[in-house]
């Protein structure tokens, strides 16, 4: 069945880093991919999402590559700071797996300090 | 922004009650949803709900589940004799369209079963 694999966390970084956190897919159909933050004490946020193959999703200084090829969503931010400190989640939505329902990953939680 | 809202934000319940969590969807939308995070856990799709029925349910959604939208603007899950196990945040979720639409999620409730 559909599923998401995301890098192990926790990650901690110092503000100003460059960030990557890995995010590969197993899906049956053409999926659409999310990345989702949850903040501490809060709900799940669309943090930026790519429905087609070469698209880049992007938002708040985050972006990720939709990778057919590679069946990857990496997101990446130039320059974290302390306010991203939050967990991030990968997930999918897969018309022919999921019935277009969400997929998600593990998490990964990110720490920044200042 | 229209956001999802759901209520309580916490409930503490005895094992063997029954719970009734609240939401209310973002107004224009199809879709309903509730997913649920066990702490540390990987968010899990419990159910999907569109025009007034049940469209794709999970292997954890059994009989001591149901959903329902009483009204135009209410949609609510119940746990009939709520476990331990069933002790987790449950997100209310809801999106426009079906397949490979945004799905929004609300803040959750956090159910403690004790």
């Known amino acids: 069945g559909d599923s998401v694999t995301q890098m192990e966390g926790p990650v901690t970084l110092s503000e100003e880093a460059f960030l990557t956190i890995n995010c590969t897919y197993t899906a049956t159909g053409y999926p659409s991919l999310f990345w989702y933050v949850q903040y501490p004490g809060e709900g799940l946020q669309l943090l930026l999402k790519a429905t087609k193959a070469d698209d880049k999703g992007s938002n708040k200084g985050f972006e990720a590559t939709y990778r057919k090829e590679t069946t990857s969503f990496h997101l990446e931010k130039g320059s974290v700071q302390v306010s991203d400190s939050a967990v991030y989640f990968c997930a999918l939505s897969d018309f022919g797996g999921s019935q277009g329902n969400l997929i998600f990953g593990k998490g990964t939680k990110l720490s920044v300090k200042p | 922004e229209p956001e999802v809202t759901q209520t309580p934000s916490h409930q503490v319940t005895q094992m063997g009650q029954e719970v009734i969590l609240r939401c209310v969807p973002i107004s224009n939308h199809l879709y309903f949803y509730w997913y649920r995070q066990i702490l540390g856990q990987k968010v899990e799709f419990l159910v999907s709900f569109y025009n007034n029925e049940i469209s794709e349910k999970s292997e954890i959604f059994d009989d001591q589940f149901s959903v329902e939208r009483p009204d135009g603007s209410n949609f609510t899950l119940k746990i009939r004799s709520t476990k331990l196990e069933d002790s987790a945040m449950y997100f209310c979720?809801?999106?426009?369209?079906?397949?490979?639409?945004?799905?929004?999620f609300g803040e959750g409730s956090w159910l403690t079963v004790v």
């Open positions: 979720a809801s999106s426009e369209l079906g397949v490979g639409n945004t799905i929004y």
